[in-house]
């Protein structure tokens, strides 16, 4: 019986291997994932180059403003989709930040969005950018309700004008230099936000409510 | 990592640690689980059973020790001021049978205070104490004679059965309970059984009167009892061929109450053997730290729980109103969130070994009839019956607080 007394730390030792194993397992699985967003990523990323350039092209040449304008909108409308499954896949990652990185990477992607819309916007005026700024990191229970709601209700009024408006999500805490000089420029102090054709700012629930007004 | 992530992963690794542990123990002593050490002396045994109440379950109780094929030399019943007809139906058995010898307690004593009452009147080598609604199968006393035949034998005990499992809380406990004779066991190989239950154990004499007898203050004598013989270095042996059948509570608040018994009595018995934490014996090296392991992550879990439970709940509430608010469409009509996490993996195969364990210890156990039975039953066992256990755990813990221990 003495002998078999081994077996408290034999355990251990069979315990520890399988839960390394496990646990590199786990850590495959969700580089895979951060891995398959890469891919996403590039094609996204051609896309938008694909997009700054026709809006060059249009800077020299005489400007088609629905082209412009559809070109814009249908690349954000893709982004939002590619982020808001990049979203829910990173609520479920527990062991690697892989997809914080490729999360960053796509708000970046969206910056670089808005900034080409402010430029068409200086030649064609007819179309609504709405810029939703949320906190991604550790956001209070009270926070984290507020973006729910913010995210519902910018979600309905982008289906009802599905072609008149740019809705560019951005997380505003991701400590990106692009993202902090937008936000000083545009005063974004408190999360979340919502400015709209970037002269009108929302920051409360109650201000939601007017947020069609404000659109052209 | 998220503190959350943390704490899931160190309830992964402490329950796939002790799964490993228990088939490492069963793969190397398959062969000999339901081996026991034959008779070289004969001993002379008699039985304590201490009554409260128990008019309907006594006289089946007698007459199953009275058929045991071994010779018995004295049968105490010690009746602990019943109030019902338990006396009367004594009487008519001591008529009958000079074997049965009944004690009356003009005040109620408690379980501890009536066996160490009846153990007064045992001047046999070994002595069996027995719960009054049980019934010993007739070789299960001398298939726990031989272990005896080891002069550092404090105490041997059969595996316990549940004679009544047709209702679904009966079929539960029936399940759980040959869970708990398989493992206990399995740790007796490695000399760590921590409880000799009531339904029946056999105790060499002369080492319940080294010891001091049951302890009165402690409401699960048995458990405590077993503590103290692992104390002096007796050994606690376990024959898994000698059966005993038991009743068990067949309504969900007796039930309750028998579990906040339990845990009471582990929580006294915790408390009363810390002082043991350093010392160099199977209590600091095991039970001790198992039991409060045990305590710990039921109370830590459920901590854990009612935080998500109310962060949700809260969540949920001010979504709803912020929705109603500004009369946008409520949060619940969006899209629910799929996508599996390791973590779901990782309940999913912790849940998967759970009901091979289960599985493995019915197979085990030759009880074809409890594993045989829809899946449906064993899930809910594996899923909800034992995730009580840690609320049982905090109603206990709050009574414990409160000094409100009683049996």
Known sequence: MVGQKHVFWQALILTVIIFIIGFSLGIYFESSRAGDFNELFIESEINLLDTKTLTDIYSVIDLECEDAIQKNIEFADEIYEESSYLDALEEKSKFTNSLEIAHKRYDVLRVLLWINTIKIKEKCPNFNSVVYFYQLKDPSIEQKAKQNVFSQALFEIKKERADEIILIPIAADVGLKSIDIMNNRYDINKLP??????????????ELEEIRDFLK | ??????????????????????????????????NYPKITEKYEVSFVIPVYNEEKSI????NSLLNLDYPIKKIVVVNDASTDN????????????????????????????????????VKTELVAIVDADSYPEKDSLKKLIGYFNDEKVGVATPAIFVKNSNKF?????????VVIAWTRKLLGYVDAIYV???????????????VGGFD???????????WRLTKYKYKREMNLSSKVYTTVPNKFKHWLKQRIRWNLGGLQTIIKYKSETFSRNMISYFILPFFTLSLLMGVVGLLVFFYMLIRNIILHYLSTSYSVAIQSALIASQGINMNASVLNFLGFSMLILGAFFTFLALTVMKQKKLRN????????????YLSVYPFIMLISIYKFIKKDIKW
């Open chain 2, 216 to 226: 009165i203050n402690n409401i699960t004598e048995d458990i405590e009892m077993t």
């Open chain 2, 59 to 62: 006289k089946d109780s007698l």
């Open chain 2, 86 to 121: 338990t006396e009367k139906i004594i009487k008519e058995m001591v008529k009958k049978h000079k074997e049965i010898k009944l004690v009356s307690n003009s005040k109620n004593l408690g379980k501890s205070g009536s066996l160490n009452k009846g153990l007064e009147y």
């Open chain 2, 196 to 210: 000799t239950p009531g339904p029946l154990a056999v105790y060499r004499k002369k080492v319940l009167d080294e």
């Open chain 1, 193 to 206: 936000s919502v400015l709209v054709n970037e002269n009108q700012k929302i920051e409360t629930i109650d």
């Open chain 2, 1 to 34: 990592m998220e503190w959350l992530t943390i704490i899931y992963l160190i309830y992964a690794f402490i329950g796939l640690y002790f799964l490993i542990f228990f088939l490492l123990i069963y793969f190397r002593n398959r062969k000999s689980l339901f």
């Open chain 2, 169 to 177: 809380i009966e079929y539960l406990q029936a399940v759980e309970y």
């Open chain 2, 373 to 384: 039975r829809n899946v449906f039953n064993l899930g809910f066992y594996l899923i909800v």
